[in-house]
């Protein structure tokens, strides 16, 4: 996955539901079960603040944790 701040920015202009399908989705592919995220519609603003205030350092982090989880999650 690739997690840059142009893709970040993508993100953010998502509406409310389309960024949570999108979280979701996410989720679901690195194998973490979506139910258990409890994400609502109410949540997307501390998503979208906490998303629009991280660092190209964070989304570095994020990327390599996605993809490690994603690759664990292959060798199950």
């Keep these: 996955m690739q997690l840059d701040r142009n893709s970040l920015d993508k993100l953010l202009k ?3 539901k389309q960024l949570m399908s999108i ?3 996410l989720a679901a ?7 258990s995220l ?10 979208r603040s906490a ?4 660092t190209d350092e964070d989304l570095k982090k994020v990327a390599e944790q996605y993809e490690a989880n994603k690759r664990a999650k292959g060798r199950r």
């Design 38 to 47: 409890n994400i609502n519609v109410n949540d997307i603003s501390s998503l």
């Design 14 to 16: 998502l509406n409310d």
């Design 23 to 25: 979280i979701k989705g």
């Design 51 to 54: 998303l629009s205030s991280a």
């Design 29 to 35: 592919d690195s194998g973490i079960d979506p139910a």
